[in-house]
Structures are given as structure tokens and as C-alpha cells.
């Protein structure tokens, strides 16, 4: 850990790299006291928020997602990652982009200011770890996604809901429809895609791989972890985690929680394991700091993205090795 600076690295810092001495308490807050920047040369990683919340069909709050994620993500910068045994930031160049701005006066402007956040990140040619905000983010999301790296992609779907209810409406912002609507536009392909973690009904999973949570607690999260592997394969994959995939014990701070979830230990676990998964975009939605308690789900949150970059870095790594 360097101490060319102590304090204040999201606005301090002259590297991408490193750490730096921070009270965990105190100090500019970014994801993991990144340096705010949106100057991608360099980049491997461009953390981002995306505060929307008017696709949500029970309780709101998830526009302050990115911040609450980001306030307790600040205990995470402070000592070697766990179980890993490094620092990310050693290897990986990573940004705190801020956030999406939107106009929520405008919904019907949303989804296009979405795609064009993601496409200027991708553009410059860094990956996308997207803090949300609800679940519909990822549609638009995907959609850029599929624009860069090409369709169809492979979706690792980590929820309590399969969200491919039917919508054919090309203007509805809904947290529960827009997998229907990537697969009706040939965004993913269901058959190398899995959702885990899944405890609502559908009529109609539209060929969706399904993990459901009850197979996850009867078999164990490493043998959830193999199934995901050998659906998805090599193939670019977007990683989308919807915090409602824990237990409500594990993460009461969601729009629509449901009992029966993961625990935090089984989805970390799985997440740790996605180092032969091609990754090439990830977000975790969802949190709702109102109807959060002592910052479990943001904690959670913060948990499952900066293992998101730790694997991202040991990638980087076992690519220069060669």
C-alpha cells in the first residue's frame, strides 16, 4: 500500500493503480476509493452507478443504490482482499466513473441515455461493473453490450425472479420483463444462459438453464457453480446479480424480496468461481437503502462486486502469462 497520498484517493490519485492510506469512515467516497475519472485510457474496469428506480412493481429506493454500495464498499480498500491475498488494484486499472444522469422527469428518454453511458465506456475500451438501481438497467445495458462484443450473448442471471414475464410494449420501463425482451430480440441466447437462485413461478421461462434455490440448498453452491460453468462455457457472457437473490435475512434492503434465498456465503462462493467464465459486462441491482438495515445489503452488494473485480483480475493476469 503506497503513502504517496493518505486520504481523499478518488480525487487525489494520479495512478490507476495502487492503494492508498483512507480512514474508512471518512473521506471522498467512490467504489473501493477508485479515482473518479471518466478519462478511460488505461482502463480495464469503469465502475459506474445507474440510480433508476421507476421500473420497480413493489417498493422503490434503489436510486440510492450506487451510493450506499459505495459507502460500504469503503472497509473493502482497506486490507488485502479476501480470500485472495492481493490487492485487485495492483493488476487491475479500475475508475469510478460516476454515475448515469438521468432525466426522471423524462422516462421515456431512459433507456437511451443508458445505452449511450454504456456505449462511451465501451467505446474507450474498458468493461463495465454497473451499480444499480433496479433491475430494468440491464436491458439497455445489454443491449450496448451486444452492440460491442456481438449477439447472442450468454446471461449468468443471479435472482429470486426470472423477470421473462411477457411485455411487448417498446416503451415500458418494468423490472420484471426485460429478459423477455432480450431474448425476443436476440440480446442473449437462453440455451447457454442460466439463472440462479430463482423462487417466483412463470408459465413461461423462454428456455432459460434454471438453478432454482431449492436445488441450490439440497446440492450446495459448488455444485451450482459447475452446472453454470458447463452451460455457459467460453462464450461472452454479461453477469447480472439482482441482490434479491440472497435471503431477505442477507439482504432485507430490495424492492421485492423473497424468503427462501440464498445466503450470502453460497452466492460469494459461486461468484469466486467465475474465473473460467468470459466476462464481458456486470452489474448488481436492486439495493434499496430505506428498507436496509445496518447496510446488510449494501454490504452484500459491495461483497459481490469487488469479487467481480478480483476475478477480472486474476484474468488479466493468466492472459499476460500467456
Request: glycine share 10%.
Amino acid at each position: 500500500m503506497s503513502s504517496e497520498i493518505k486520504g481523499d484517493g478518488a480525487i487525489r490519485r494520479a495512478s490507476l493503480y495502487g492503494s492508498h492510506p483512507e480512514m474508512t469512515y471518512a473521506g471522498v467516497l467512490s467504489f473501493m476509493r477508485r479515482k473518479y475519472s471518466r478519462e478511460l485510457d488505461g482502463v480495464d474496469v469503469a465502475v459506474s452507478g445507474i440510480p433508476l428506480d421507476l421500473a420497480t412493481t413493489f417498493r422503490p429506493g434503489a436510486r440510492l443504490g450506487p451510493a450506499a454500495v459505495r459507502a460500504a464498499s469503503v472497509q473493502l480498500a482497506e486490507l488485502m482482499a479476501f480470500p485472495w491475498g492481493f490487492d485487485p488494484f495492483d493488476e487491475l486499472a479500475v475508475v469510478d466513473y460516476g454515475d448515469c444522469y438521468l432525466d426522471a422527469h423524462n422516462p421515456l428518454g431512459i433507456p437511451e441515455a443508458i445505452r449511450a453511458h454504456a456505449r462511451a465506456i465501451l467505446a474507450g475500451g474498458a468493461r463495465m461493473l454497473t451499480l444499480g438501481g433496479d433491475h430494468y438497467i440491464t436491458y439497455p445495458l445489454l443491449q450496448a453490450h451486444a452492440e460491442k462484443y456481438g449477439k447472442p450473448l450468454s446471461l449468468i442471471h443471479f435472482d429470486a425472479h426470472c423477470d421473462t414475464w411477457a411485455d411487448d410494449s417498446p416503451d415500458s420501463l418494468n423490472h420484471g420483463t426485460m429478459f423477455h425482451k432480450a431474448v425476443k430480440e436476440g440480446l442473449v441466447d437462453p440455451a447457454t444462459s442460466v439463472q440462479v437462485g430463482i423462487r417466483t413461478w412463470n408459465e413461461d421461462f423462454m428456455g432459460f438453464n434454471v438453478i432454482d434455490a431449492p436445488w441450490v440448498h439440497a446440492h450446495g453452491a459448488g455444485a451450482a457453480l459447475e452446472r453454470i460453468l458447463s452451460i455457459v462455457g467460453d462464450r461472452p457472457a454479461y453477469l447480472t446479480f439482482d441482490i434479491d437473490c440472497l435471503d431477505p435475512a442477507f439482504a432485507p434492503g430490495t424492492g421485492t424480496p423473497v424468503a427462501g434465498g440464498l445466503s450470502s456465503a453460497q452466492a460469494l462462493h459461486m461468484v469466486r468461481g467465475m474465473g473460467p467464465v468470459n466476462l464481458v459486462g456486470m452489474d448488481v441491482v436492486e439495493v434499496s437503502p430505506p428498507f436496509d438495515h445496518s447496510e446488510l445489503t449494501a454490504l452484500a452488494a459491495a461483497h459481490i462486486a469487488a469479487d467481480l473485480l478480483c476475478v477480472l483480475r486474476n484474468r488479466k493476469v493468466a492472459a499476460r502469462a500467456g
